[in-house]
């Protein structure tokens, strides 16, 4: 279960939705430099609703290499709302408890505890 408040959701979904606001303006400017027209096309339609596909598509379409990260972060942003929607943000996926409000707050898309991402990122390093 989250721990956090109705007001503390709503101060994180507000840094989320800028940085979304953000991201999504730097992707655009690099897709018109590269004169893409897919990649714009896909870029002004109602990206909120299928921007995951959207964004797949963008990331392995052409050489994005400046954009990719600001792609990772929109694509945490999307998956972080739907967290929000489903009632499981601000949960651990890991071990289920609650993710530090201070952790959020660094990190707003975070999806585990700290204790749970050093162990992730312990196994995974190479
Ligand atoms: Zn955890």
Redesign the pocket.
């Known amino acids: 279960m989250t721990t956090l408040s109705t007001e503390q959701v709503a101060h994180l979904t507000t840094m989320m939705d800028e940085r979304f606001a953000r991201e999504l303006d730097e992707i655009r400017a690099v897709a018109a430099r590269s004169r893409d027209e897919r990649a714009q096309e896909a870029l002004t339609g109602t990206l909120a609703d299928r921007a995951d596909q959207v964004l797949s598509e963008i990331a392995t379409a052409a050489d994005y290499a400046i954009v990719r990260q600001d792609i990772e972060d929109v694509r945490d942003i999307v998956a972080a709302r739907r967290r929000l929607a489903s009632g499981h943000y601000g949960v651990?996926v890991?071990?289920g408890?609650a993710i530090a409000y201070e952790r959020l707050l660094a990190y707003p898309t975070a999806k585990?505890?700290i204790?749970?991402q050093r162990e992730h990122e312990r196994r995974h390093a190479v």
């Open positions: 651990c890991d071990c408890e585990r505890c204790t749970c």
